[in-house]
């Protein structure tokens, strides 16, 4: 089972999400909205069609979104942020 | 007295939105104080971004301290050079963190890869060899990595395969290539897309089926 899940880790790697995506730029454009969108709990990906295939084929901005995902989360707990 | 009956409670807890692109545009003391505060905003932003990561690149404290000083002041120029561009589609706080948030990882992935090669292509080709001959799933599993292997090799071009190969396989981080190939982020991403394109379509030819989220066009 583990040999399974690291050779479908290797073909993910390789052969990326096979979805349509956005690119890097227009990633980064939109991560704020679909972040807020997400902590909101609102269809994010509906409204940001593609986002989510890119972030499952680039670790950098997969990356960049958990981190603004998790300050806005944190800021959110403690009542910071406009 | 009635008329003070009918006056509205104040809402409870309300409190006012800042107008950061006003402020940041005003002249004098007003502009001044809203840049300051826009500073610690995003060197906040900095921070936590490097106290996730600072442990891959063996920070020191003082040495973190520098690098989110650095990404802070880097972004904050960004910020003010792309105010034109913010759309109110969110909060200005959740828009400008993430210019502090970039600035501060791709500065901590160049660290972490400051002074240590790029593994070569021959590291790959093991990665994949090993993945074929252990397909615990049987032979299409095999056939299949062969196939990946073989069209790695013959069906891309070299950049194609260079950034497929570290990126993918090697796990370098793409800011770090990107810096020593002199190109950028954006740019790999799209060779890196490409690739995997072509890959698919290849062992599509083949007719060999690989796991999908989605087709696609």
């Known amino acids: ?29 939109e991560l704020d909205r679909y972040v ?15 986002m989510g295939a890119h972030l499952d084929g680039c670790p950098a901005c997969a990356e960049d979104f958990r981190s603004l995902r998790d300050l806005v989360a944190a800021e959110g707990a403690s009542g910071e942020g406009d | 007295m009635a008329t003070a009956l009918m006056t509205e409670p104040p809402e409870p807890a309300a409190v006012p939105t800042r107008s950061w692109v006003e402020d940041l545009r005003a002249p004098g003391a007003r502009g001044q104080a809203a840049v300051a505060d826009l500073h ?19 920070l020191r404290g003082g040495d973190e301290e520098d690098l989110a000083q650095q990404a802070a002041d880097d972004a904050l120029m960004a910020v003010l ?9 969110s909060r200005f706080t959740t828009w400008a963190y993430k210019f502090a948030l970039l600035e501060a990882a791709v500065k901590v992935r160049r660290r972490a890869w ?19 001959a252990q397909a615990a799933t049987g032979a299409e599993s095999a056939e299949l990595f062969a196939a990946l292997r ?24 793409i800011d770090v290539l990107a810096e020593r190939l002199g190109s950028t982020r954006g740019a790999l991403y799209k060779n890196l897309h490409d690739a995997r394109r072509k890959l698919r379509e290849a062992l599509a030819e083949r007719g060999l089926r690989v796991g999908t989220s989605g087709e696609e066009e």
């Open chain 1, 36 to 50: 807020e969108l997400d902590l909101a709990g609102e269809a994010a990906e509906a409204r940001v069609p593609g």
């Open chain 2, 150 to 173: 073989e069209e790695i090799q013959h069906s891309l071009s070299e950049r194609q395969r260079q950034v497929l190969v570290a990126v993918a396989l090697n796990g370098v981080p």
């Open chain 2, 81 to 89: 050079r792309k105010l034109d561009e913010f759309r109110g589609e």
């Open chain 2, 114 to 132: 400051q002074g240590r090669e790029v593994p070569l292509e021959d590291e790959a080709w093991a990665t994949l060899a090993d993945a074929g």
């Open chain 2, 40 to 58: 610690a905003l995003l060197l906040k932003a900095a921070r936590f971004e490097v106290g996730r990561r600072g442990a891959l690149a063996h």
């Open chain 1, 1 to 29: 089972m583990k040999r399974d899940e690291e050779q479908s880790a290797i073909l993910g790697r390789v052969l990326g999400p096979g979805a349509p995506e956005l690119t890097c730029e227009q990633c980064f454009e």
